[in-house]
């Protein structure tokens, strides 16, 4: 009985080893070559045919007759600008003299009859003397007083704009009170 223990024992630690020796021998896993066949070879790809260049007929501009519309809306603008008078202001001052008064009921009426569409943009200019700043905002004032006595004889408030120069733009270049009269205006510009 002794020696059939003794036999059970030495084959269950015979087969421990073997368990351990596989399960040690699993955990390594030396890495197999892939066969050849699975190994993808890229394929190359053919280079694009270059693009075949291809004449493309020359094609002939008719020649267009010269519209003379073009020409003539500036001078149609032109002639609406010089229908329209410029007005005159006193030194330091937007109030509108009688002179003034009568200047912009004629443009006015010339706004409300003949160029009943055009939009106009006033321009209030000054002379040379004050500062920038001080002659943009007079300048500013008498654009508005001539746009607020041109909407109170009926033209619509929506076709005029007003903007100040100040004396950015002198309609006389010299330095002497004639000058200076000139250069104290409100000019009308059709704008559209």
Request: hydrophobic share 40%; proline share 8%.
């Given at each position: 009985?002794?020696?059939r223990t003794?036999g059970?024992?030495?084959l269950l630690?015979?087969?421990?080893i ?16 892939l066969?050849?066949?699975?190994v993808?070879?890229p ?8 693009a ?9 501009i ?10 003539q809306?500036p001078?149609k603008?032109?002639?609406?600008e ?6 005159h ?8 003299s ?13 706004l409300l009859?003949?160029?009943?569409t055009?939009?106009?943009?006033i ?6 003397r ?5 002659n ?28 100040s ?21 409100a000019?009308f510009?059709i704008v559209?």
């Amino acid at each position: 009985m002794r020696t059939r223990t003794l036999g059970l024992i030495v084959l269950l630690c015979g087969s421990l080893i073997y368990t351990a020796g596989c399960a040690k021998k699993e955990m390594v896993k030396t890495e197999e070559p892939l066969p050849q066949a699975a190994v993808t070879q890229p394929t190359p790809v053919p280079a694009p045919a270059p693009a075949a260049k291809t004449e493309v007929p020359a094609q002939q501009i008719a020649e267009a007759p010269v519209s003379a519309e073009p020409t003539q809306e500036p001078l149609k603008t032109q002639a609406a600008e010089e229908t329209l008078e410029r007005i005159h202001f006193d030194f330091d001052s937007y109030v509108l003299s009688q002179q003034a008064r009568d200047i912009l009921t004629r443009d006015a009426e010339a706004l409300l009859k003949k160029m009943p569409t055009v939009k106009v943009s006033i321009e209030g200019h000054c002379d040379e003397r004050g500062s920038d700043e001080y002659n943009l905002a007079l300048g500013e004032k008498r654009a508005k007083a001539a746009q607020s006595y041109l909407v109170a004889l009926g033209v619509p408030a929506g076709r005029l704009s007003t903007i100040s120069y100040g004396k950015e733009k002198p309609l006389d270049p010299g330095h002497n009170e004639a000058a200076w009269a000139m250069n104290r205006r409100a000019e009308f510009v059709i704008v559209k």
